[in-house]
């Protein structure tokens, strides 16, 4: 159970703006919160329009599941350290995942790997590997997948044991907008749009480049000097989205999330971005910096690094 609790917060720093809950904070009102950049003012943006759409993204979630119906290759870097920051298990490869009659498969191109990152079994023995194994390894012939997103609905409550356990990974991965039943101490304080959270942040729309395109950066960053139950009632300490002027699909995305519950703690930065192959908007770099601790379990330092390239249909 512990070990499960552990991955289901892993997963949490994947965060997407997603579909706000019922009590969330009204848009015209979360308007007035957002200060503005002077290009933004003079570009005469419906602020509330906007918050609704990010409210309501699913582009970021159909980045990742466009994986599942492509092949792609990708450089892969997992770094465990030590209290000193020293590396003590390391795993590098370079892998191609090939997709061919509505089936997906992974071959190994190159690999190499120091301390113990695995064991006698060749499996891996970190939370973190496991982590990026499971968002870009591919484990025998995985067929039947599509990377629709319209009508994907997470119930945990219907299901029980393993299978419940992923569908709450799936709501922390894609929908910190609605409160997540069953993940202690913070199923509900990753709600950034609940009114009660939504006040310790600073709130802001500005317009950037993003490798020639143009973004609306949208940014929340914690209020400074937070303290006592108003810090502990909010996860995410910080998120800054780049929003494509003419699509307002995500193009990237940086993020810091911490967290201390006593029986676990966390903290956690992580960096996305995105490319476009044809019509699709797939993640090309992934960046992971992580520091946990669950009780009964030793504290885990991870870095991680995916590159990702020479998509295919």
Request: aromatic letters at 12%; charged letters at 30%; a neutral charge.
């Amino acid at each position: 159970m512990m070990r499960a609790l552990t991955i289901l917060l892993f997963f949490s720093v994947f965060i997407r703006v997603d579909l706000c809950a019922q009590d969330s904070l009204d848009n015209a009102r979360l308007s007035q919160m957002i200060d503005l950049s002077e290009v933004v003012i003079r570009s005469d943006l419906n602020v509330a329009r906007f918050v609704e759409r990010v409210k309501n993204d699913s582009s970021f979630y159909k980045a990742f599941r466009n994986l599942h119906v492509l092949g792609f290759t990708s450089w892969n870097d997992i770094r465990i350290r030590d209290k000193k920051g020293q590396t003590k298990a390391s795993l590098q490869s370079k892998t191609r995942q090939t997709r061919e009659n509505g089936c997906r498969t992974m071959e190994v191109l190159a690999e190499t790997s120091s301390g113990d990152m695995f064991d006698k079994d060749h499996q891996l023995n970190y939370q973190t590997a496991e982590l990026y194994a499971g968002l870009f390894f591919t484990s025998g012939k995985i067929c039947g997948e599509s990377n629709i997103v319209k009508g994907v609905d997470f119930k945990p409550r219907d299901l029980s044991g393993t299978a419940k356990h992923k569908e709450q990974l799936k709501m922390l991965f894609f929908n910190p907008g609605k409160k997540i039943p069953g993940i202690p101490f913070i199923g509900e304080k990753i709600d950034i749009f609940d009114p009660s959270r939504a006040e310790n942040y600073d709130w802001s729309i500005g317009f950037d480049d993003y490798e020639g395109e143009s973004c609306y950066l949208f940014s929340i960053k914690m209020k400074k000097d937070l303290k006592g139950s108003d810090r502990n009632n909010i996860v995410i300490d910080s998120m800054t989205t780049w929003f494509s002027a003419k699509t307002m699909e995500v193009m990237a995305r940086n993020y810091d999330m911490s967290y201390d519950a006593g029986v676990y703690d966390f903290n956690v930065h992580m960096e996305v971005q995105m490319t476009r192959f044809g019509d699709y908007l797939v993640p090309k770099l992934l960046r992971y910096i992580g520091n946990w601790d669950v009780m009964f379990k030793k504290r885990e330092r991870g870095v991680f690094t995916a590159t990702l390239f020479d998509f295919s249909k």
